[in-house]
């Protein structure tokens, strides 16, 4: 499992270096941006696991940066923290108003920025956490990495288990070829779409050995999704 990816936009470099060294510190994959422009072209190749946003950056700022990424369709659920330096409660307000998950004044203690950071990615990223996920009657431990079904091992190559993963962390959400690409291959540009095709069939036949492939449902014209619903065909 490769490390959680974190883009820190940040122009002050004593800060952002400070943040990157904890960061890192903590097995997270840090890529830095001083600007907005310099930020959106990180996104633009690799979508990273969530990003920690300044609020004040010479040129455009963080906060219409914000607000760009949620009105485009590939940035619209990124895992966003707002820093800043002003604590007044209708900046909170305009931060969250914007997109942003989460709001950090500065400044703050790493113990509290990684609080933070892990509670954002819980709730919209927990295939970016190594905590063992449920799914399906399937047990996947990203720390381990194992997959079982009621104590039988799965075997499953490494694409095919952050895959799984990904699935596993989002049940029941419909998630097309372009999105796997950008959140499991971490390259939608380079990659063409049928690789996906290519390891969900592989993902299917792991999975039939512990007779599971039908959690994986393809669905025409959109992608594919893990689902739950065809246990209720078998009972
Ligand atoms: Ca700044």
């Given at each position: 499992m490769g490390s959680s990816r974190v883009l820190v936009v940040e122009d002050e470099s004593a800060i952002a270096e400070l943040i990157a060294i904890n960061l890192r510190h903590a097995g997270f994959e840090v890529i830095l941006a001083t600007t907005a422009d310099q930020a959106q072209a990180a996104v633009d190749g690799v979508l990273p696991d969530l990003v920690l946003l300044d609020?004040?950056?010479?040129?455009?700022?963080g906060l219409a940066l914000a607000r760009q990424w949620r009105q485009a369709a590939r940035t619209k659920e990124l895992p966003i923290i707002m820093l800043t330096a002003r604590a007044e409660e209708t900046d909170k307000v305009s931060g969250l108003d914007a997109g942003a998950d989460d709001y950090l004044t500065k400044p703050f203690s790493t113990k509290e920025l990684l609080a933070r950071i892990r509670a954002v990615l819980r709730r919209k990223?927990?295939?970016?956490?190594d905590a063992a996920v449920e799914a399906g009657g399937l047990v996947l431990d990203p720390a381990t990495r194992r997959c079982s079904k009621d104590g039988t091992e799965v075997k499953l190559g490494p694409t095919e288990f952050r895959l799984l993963h990904f699935f596993m962390a989002h049940p029941e959400r419909v998630h097309s070829r372009s999105q796997l690409l950008d959140?499991?291959?971490?390259?939608?540009?380079?990659?063409?779409?049928?690789t996906v095709d290519v390891h969900v069939k592989r993902l299917r036949e792991a999975l039939d050995k512990v007779k599971?492939?039908?959690?994986i449902e393809t669905v025409r014209g959109s992608g594919y999704r893990l689902t739950q619903a065809y246990k209720a065909l078998q009972a």
């Open positions: 609020w004040m950056l010479p040129g455009q700022s990223a927990p295939e970016a956490l959140r499991v291959w971490g390259d939608h540009v380079f990659i063409e779409e049928r599971c492939a039908q959690l």
